[in-house]
Structure formats: C-alpha cells, structure tokens
C-alpha cells in the first residue's frame, strides 16, 4: 500500500489502533475519514487534527452502512482506502451458557460489519486506479483466547474472509491486506496500562512501516510467534499462552 496521495475510511478510527493508523496516516498527507458511533469523540479526534474529515456510522445496522457508504462515494469520488477497523471485544465463557446478546453484537460488529462495509464500497474501489482494502484481525484469530471465545472466532473468520477476499480481487486494482495486532494498550480489556501488552505507538510505528510494503498479512514483532501457532500440534500451544494470560 502506498502511504501517502491516498482518501482513506477508517471505520473505529475515534481510539485505539483506529485513531493511530488514522492520525498516522494523516500526518503523510492523506485525505482521512474516520467513523464511529460516538459524535464527541470523533470531533475531538478531528479538532486535533485538522483537515481530518468524521461521519457517524452504526456498523450493526445494514441500511446505516448503505447510507453512510453512498454518501462518502459521493462526497469522496477518490476514496481508494477502506480500513476495516471497528470492533468490540467481551469477556464470556464456552463452557457455559453465553448471553446471546453479546455474541450478536460482537459477530455483527466484528464480521458482519466489515464484510457488509466491504460489499457497499468494492465496486466503487475496483474503478480506482489504485485501491487497497484494510481489514484488522487479530492473532486470537490464529490462537484463541478462551475467556473471549465469541470475539476469537470472529477474527478467525475476519482472516479467513479475508483470504478469499484477496483471492477474488487478484485480477483488479484493488490489493487486500491483514493487520493482525497482538495484545496492544487499549480500551480493550482496559488494557491502557497493561505492562505485557505492546504499547500503542510501537505497534503504530511497526504497522505503518510494514503497510508501504506489499505484504498480505501485516505482522509487527510481537505478533509472529502467534502466526506461526503449529498446526496440528496446535492445542499446546493454545493450552500455554491460555495459561500465560490467565496466570498475569
């Protein structure tokens, strides 16, 4: 992907990996456009960075993503950039009963959305001359976290959509890429100051230098022994890290 002369949508682009990648990524000159649920807070992030462009957008909710999206078509006829990035992640449990709400909202928000997002902009993207879709995953996508069961197996299936996405798409303009943070410091879990967790900027630092390439899965250091979870042997591994992170 090329960093720079870009409009780029960043959905979840209000905190965390989505407000990094987008304040980032406006710093290079690109034309940014943040969304998220929360009005306050996408202006705050758009007042710290001026020219940086918000819309509110529910991605639960089909015909708020038609609309939103033939919107930004017609008020950005360049947007070439698509960064799947809004997500929601709840603590629950598989040996038990899960409520049925949460994990609803957590698949809709995390796999639905994205792929519902994807589906009303691609053809807009394959008239560009140059187009790239964005989707961040996860490494609980390849080693799941047991106590986030429902959460795990939507960024299972956000790389797995993202494979045939690419696979698809390999005749056009439009290249897909996978960011697939490890454990960074977020809201997520309250993981602000959380010591094992990778900080927030090194992990944006990382990310960024790894999308200027042509790699299909965007891997910073700490999440590489995750990727390379083995196979068929697998289940130990899951057992330790499990372990690992239950343990503190």
Known sequence: MKLHGNTIFITGGASGIGRGLAEALHKLGNQVIISGRRAALLDEVTQANPGM??????VEDPAHIAAVSAKLIADYPALNVLINNAGVMHIDNAGNAIDDAMAVTTITTNLLGPIRLTSALVEHLKQQPSA??????????????AVSAV????KAA???YSMSLRYM???????VQEIAPPWVQTDLLNSKEEPRAMPLQQFIDQTMAALATDAEEVLVENAQAMRANPGPNEHA????FNNYFLEG
């Open 237 to 240: 591994f899951v057992n330790q």
């Open 151 to 154: 959460y795990s197996s939507t």
């Open 53 to 58: 462009k918000s819309v509110q957008l529910n």
């Open 158 to 160: 956000m790389h797995s």
């Open 132 to 145: 790239t879709i964005v989707n961040v995953s996860s490494v609980l996508g390849y080693v799941p976290m």
């Open 169 to 175: 798409l390999k005749n056009t303009s439009v290249q």
